[in-house]
């Protein structure tokens, strides 16, 4: 889901009288998808040995590149073309969905450049696939590289908490709640 804003439904009006469009429900699940993947990836690669580790690592970084031209594509689609729906109508809820997705979009972002600014913080090269992108910063010192790194993890668990209330709650919506605003994000209506 995204962050919903607009007027209030009327008790007339179901939650899933409207959906998101198609760009942005696959821009969601993409992002989901990517970032998950991004978590997994950075938490087991220790478990592997060095040309599995190096791989997983290139490919950390080269979906962290897609997933940079994502959350941009993202914030255009939803200032520009994106479906805006209203609230489910639900007053305190509502407040905390918004929140929590203001949120979501704030960590994505600062993870992003977290994730840009720990691996030239480390003094090396942002690999695209295996398309070097050298750092445009001279030398950093070690301190200052083991300190981003440690926000860029810190950022990455707040993530998946915070993603995994999300789904929580979109879960509660549609088995307890059974208003339909699951529905409104889901890809197959």
């Known amino acids: 889901m995204d962050m919903l804003r607009g007027e209030t439904m009327t008790a007339s009006a179901p939650c899933d009288a409207a959906r998101y469009d198609g760009m ?17 990836l950075a938490e087991f690669w220790g478990f592997f040995p060095r040309p599995t580790t190096h791989l997983m690592v290139v ?14 594509l993202r ?3 939803r200032g520009t073309a994106g479906r805006q729906l209203p609230p489910a109508g639900l ?13 979501l979009y704030a960590l994505l972002g600062a993870e992003l450049v977290l994730g840009f600014a720990t691996r030239w913080t480390h003094n090396q090269a942002l690999s ?5 992108i050298p750092s445009p910063f001279g030398h950093i010192s070690r301190q200052t590289g083991w300190l981003v790194g440690q926000a860029h993890d810190i950022v990455a668990w707040s993530i998946i908490v915070l993603a995994g209330c999300h789904a929580a709650a979109a879960l509660l919506h549609h088995y307890v709640l059974k208003d339909g605003v699951l529905r409104r994000i889901l890809p197959l209506g």
């Open 24 to 40: 942005s429900i696959a821009l969601h699940w993409v992002t989901a998808l990517l970032v998950i993947t991004q978590f997994l």
């Open 59 to 72: 490919t950390h970084m080269s979906l962290g590149l897609i997933l940079t031209g994502i959350y941009a």
């Open 75 to 77: 914030l255009v689609w």
């Open 91 to 103: 007053g305190v809820l509502d407040r905390v969905a918004k929140a929590t997705h203001q949120a």
């Open 128 to 132: 695209f696939f295996g398309l070097l």
